[in-house]
């Protein structure tokens, strides 16, 4: 059994967030201890590793508690979690392009630069004259 401390030190997550994570029911059938203080098991740290890669998917604290409940109804909810996290593939596939792109353009722009430097081309610009 594993404490809140030990939790945090675990996943590397602050100790506010997982509070946040078990008020927000986040956390379902968290375990107390003789003293009421919360304690988790290894499954319990399953889920929030779980937890934590779905937010970093982009997924919103209310889309995490739908994925959850879905979670909880078992087996029959497969097709539907499998269609969620689809979705979600295909909008970070689409984040993962439009930072590439990004990444040419600035690429694109210090080749550019470089070459005024180095005296390779004259500097031009779209936006002041230049005489």
Partial sequence: MYTMKNVCDKLHIPYETLRYYCNEGLVPNVKRDHNNYRIFDDRDLNWLGSL??????????????????????????????????AVKKENLLKEIESIEESIVFIDYKQDFYDDVLAGKIKYTSNLISIE
């Fill in 52 to 85: 934590q890669c779905l937010r970093k998917c982009g997924l919103s604290i209310k889309e995490i508690k739908e994925y959850l409940n879905l979670c909880l109804e078992g087996p029959s909810s497969i097709k539907i979690r499998k269609t969620i996290l």
